[in-house]
């Protein structure tokens, strides 16, 4: 009973933490010191990420080959733009429909890295052991993943996956053919997720799974049992108590989660490029860079405008999450 | 930024090696570095454009012979591994130019060359083909027409080094062929003859099949390996000239002389290894190896895959033979055989040197020199010394140098980012739906008309 008490009076006093009364009085070695810390990141910030995204906004509104000087680039007005949703669709929207893909797969994932959490949380023996074994993953760029998977696992020839499987050989690497599609009405191809990008979707699982566990554990620590304890007492079951006590209690984690999640999908390259870009597999990350990176590689133009697309996916993700995010804090 | 589009192996990344396996790994690997900065957000803007590190691989020393009245010279060199690194040394020595090595990465260095070749050094390291004629056009490289008058080189040598406007701007050094790869102890065991024309090259599959043999191995992990069959089906359905305009971007992929090499490659697809577009060039080599599959349309630089302690027998076991004629017109008359070679800064800081250089790089004497030290290619010039060859280099030696037309690869012949981002995904699509190719050619056609080729 006591401990149930206690419970309730600090969830009474919780939002009275957050008004904390804001000192003006800075003295001048402060606001020297402060000025400092934070223009010096702030001035990296924009010369390293907003003039080079600005320029990237220039760029794609030209035509450059970055071989000729850059005063030689030509404006070109919005063709790059039009070049890239008419005559390059088959890049961009299968691109953009596998980082959608991603989205909404890494948050089931997330899902499941929760759940391992809070099944790990209740001190079951072995707990560590587990906890390890979800984790180590986690330590591999998504890289080495790719490269982990795409010997030991898909190989068609010598893959685990393929050893283990009691029918024929799988193609997990190259198999473009659809899991699932469906027609857009401005587009004259189906749109769909590939076999090879629904396996690359597993080792992504593999990694992501793990990581999001480890937050959740520890934010799991921080929920006080006492909570836990009050609802048993208060007669609520499993289900309700996670429901209604444990996942609300964590939601600075769950803010941090989804973040990471949708950021992990979104800039998705690493593990599609060591695959090597499979035809079905193509994110964003990778049509940008094909178009910028190589030797001839100049087209400059249309890889901007493809980097913007990415850039205002993020950006409308960004704001999304700024404005959530600070509407929250003020009813709070 | 080493992020690789995926491309063809240059010569100078495997030879016809005898002397154990290369692998790039490390080269792959070294593609996260970039991918984690350009995948944040994709706010680069100009990836790739840093300035080549012409300071990253240290300064050889210049070649201390006396030089004559020409001066020295420097060399911008993607020849960064051990070995090729000693033996381009030893060849520029042979040359008796005073010349300054500048040695770079080689993935670095052609990642980077579009800005590297604005400020180079006299004489650079690069490829013929496409990718030297595409410079040339731009003219940011130097006419060497001169140069080929004192050279003892082919007329395949000499096509392949020619511009557009009909000069040359480049000198061949060293090249391997691709041909159809077989084992000799298999046809021997099975009595297997050498196909030449196209019924023969289907019946021995047929034959193949029947013993329970898949008569092709078939890999397209990259993209690149199966442009080797578009090419050498191409030029045997419609010769070499229609390879040189189709690649330049002269005739539409919709014409019925395009449609036709993809219905003869139907012919053959029945006799493919299944799924070829996940596999990689290596597996599919094993399956060689193994006696698992007959034939292996690839370059001679298939022998590297094997272990030279352990695997020696499967090496002296690999021959191979050129692809089979399909039109009698064109008979067996062009070869596809990617050639490293030099090119000249457009305007060099000693012309004379950067030619004498030139010359000299372009002649026995060098790459004897650096054959010594490198025993893995075959030597563009004539009269270079070939007694150290094995049979697969002497054999690639003969057909190459008797080849009337030598096409230098899809991704050398042609715009690269063209190469990769349109007609190799055609291509994979095409092997993992053959049905599909009129639209798949439709799409190829429209995005064509967006590469502006030189």
Not at chain 1, 132 to 142: E, M, R, T, W
Not at chain 1, 162 to 180: A, E, H, M, Q, Y
Not at chain 1, 309 to 324: D, E, G, M, S
Request: charged share 20%; hydrophobic share 45%.
């Amino acid at each position: 009973m006591s401990a149930s008490l206690r419970a309730e009076s600090e969830l009474m006093a919780a939002p009275r933490k957050g008004r904390r009364r804001r000192s003006t009085a800075l003295t001048k070695s402060d606001k020297i010191w402060l000025s400092l810390m934070v223009g010096i990141p702030a001035t990296i910030h924009i010369l390293l990420v907003w003039i080079p995204a600005l320029a990237t906004v220039v760029l794609s509104f030209m035509e450059w080959d970055n071989l000729l000087p850059i005063g030689e680039a030509q404006p070109v007005g919005f063709r790059n733009y039009w070049v890239i949703f008419t005559i390059f669709d088959t890049n961009l929207f299968p691109a953009m429909f596998n980082n959608f893909m991603l989205v909404a797969f890494l948050f089931v994932c997330s899902a499941v890295g929760m759940l391992f959490a809070y099944l790990l949380d209740k001190n079951i023996r072995g707990s560590a052991i587990y906890q390890s074994i979800y984790y180590f993953p986690v330590v591999l760029s998504l890289a080495v993943v790719g490269f982990i998977w795409k010997s030991t696992m898909f190989s068609r020839d010598s893959g685990l996956l393929n050893t283990l499987w009691p029918g024929g050989r799988i193609d997990f690497v190259g198999d473009s053919t659809k899991v699932f599609q469906f027609d857009l009405p401005f587009l004259d191809f189906p749109l769909g997720l590939s076999r090879n990008f629904a396996a690359l979707l597993l080792a992504m699982a593999w990694r992501h799974i793990g990581y999001v566990m480890v937050l959740y554990l520890a934010g799991l620590k921080a929920v006080d049992p006492g909570l836990r304890e009050a609802s048993a007492i208060d007669g609520a079951n499993e289900v309700q108590t996670f429901r209604n006590v444990v996942f609300p209690s964590l939601k600075p984690i769950n803010v941090v989660v989804a973040v990471i999640t949708v950021i992990e999908a979104l800039r998705a390259y690493d593990i599609v490029a060591a695959l090597n870009e499979q035809r079905g597999t193509e994110v964003m990350g990778t049509i940008v860079t094909n178009a910028l990176v190589g030797e001839g590689g100049g087209r400059v133009g249309i890889g901007s405008a493809y980097g913007v697309v990415l850039l205002l996916l993020c950006l409308a993700f960004i704001i999304w999450y700024v404005t959530n995010h600070y509407r929250e804090g003020e009813k709070a | 930024m080493t992020a690789q589009t995926p491309g063809s192996p240059s010569p100078s990344e495997f030879g016809i090696s005898l002397f154990g396996r290369r692998r790039f790994i490390a080269g792959a690997a070294g593609a996260t570095g970039a991918a984690a900065v350009l995948a944040a957000c994709g706010s680069d803007d100009d990836g790739g454009a840093s300035s080549p590190a012409t300071d990253a691989a240290g300064d050889d020393p210049p070649a201390t012979e006396p030089s004559g009245d020409v001066g020295s010279t420097t060399f911008g060199s993607n020849y960064s591994d051990e070995k090729p690194r000693a033996g381009m040394a030893a060849a520029i020595e042979a040359t008796g130019v005073a010349t300054e090595i500048n040695t770079i990465d080689h993935n670095s260095y052609q990642e980077n060359f579009n800005t590297y070749v604005q400020q180079p050094d006299d004489v650079l390291a690069w490829f013929a083909g496409y990718r030297m004629r595409a410079f040339a056009a731009k003219g940011v490289v130097g006419d060497i027409s001169d140069v080929w008058a004192d050279l003892d080189q082919s007329e395949g040598f000499k096509n392949a080094s020619t511009g557009r406007d009909g000069k040359q701007y480049f000198v061949p050094f060293y090249f391997y062929a691709w041909g159809v790869h077989y084992r000799k102890s298999l046809f021997e065991e099975k009595g297997y003859e050498i196909p030449t024309d196209w019924a023969g090259f289907i019946a021995l599959c047929e034959q193949m099949e029947a013993d329970g043999i898949t008569p092709i191995s078939a890999a397209n992990d990259g993209g690149w390996p199966q442009m080797g069959m578009f090419d050498m089906i191409n030029m045997r359905t419609n010769g070499y000239d229609f390879h040189v305009s189709l690649m330049g971007g002269s005739e539409s992929w919709t014409d019925d002389r395009v449609k036709q090499v993809f219905t003869n490659w139907m012919d053959l697809l029945p006799f493919y290894q299944p799924d070829a577009n996940g596999r990689e060039w290596q597996a599919a080599a094993n399956s060689l190896g193994a006696k698992e599959t007959g034939m292996y349309l690839i370059g001679n630089f298939l022998t590297s895959n094997f272990d030279a302690e352990t695997q020696q027998d499967i090496i002296d076991d690999i021959d191979f033979f050129p692809f089979p004629e399909i039109d009698p017109a064109y008979g067996q008359d062009a070869i596809e055989a990617p050639i490293d070679g030099f090119m000249m800064a457009a305007s060099p800081a000693n012309e004379d040197g950067a030619k004498a250089l030139l010359r000299g790089l372009g002649s026995a004497d060098a790459i004897n020199a650096y054959i010594a030290v490198d025993p893995s290619v075959v030597a563009a010039a004539n009269g270079a010394d070939t007694a150290s060859y094995n049979a697969l280099q002497q054999k690639a030696s003969d057909l190459v140098g008797s080849a009337k037309f030598i096409s230098q690869f899809l991704d050398r012949d042609t715009d690269p980012a063209f190469a990769s981002e349109v007609v190799g995904k055609a291509i994979a699509d095409f092997l993992s739906d053959p049905g599909s190719i009129d639209g798949l050619l439709a799409t190829v056609e429209e995005q064509k008309a967006t590469f502006t080729f030189e």
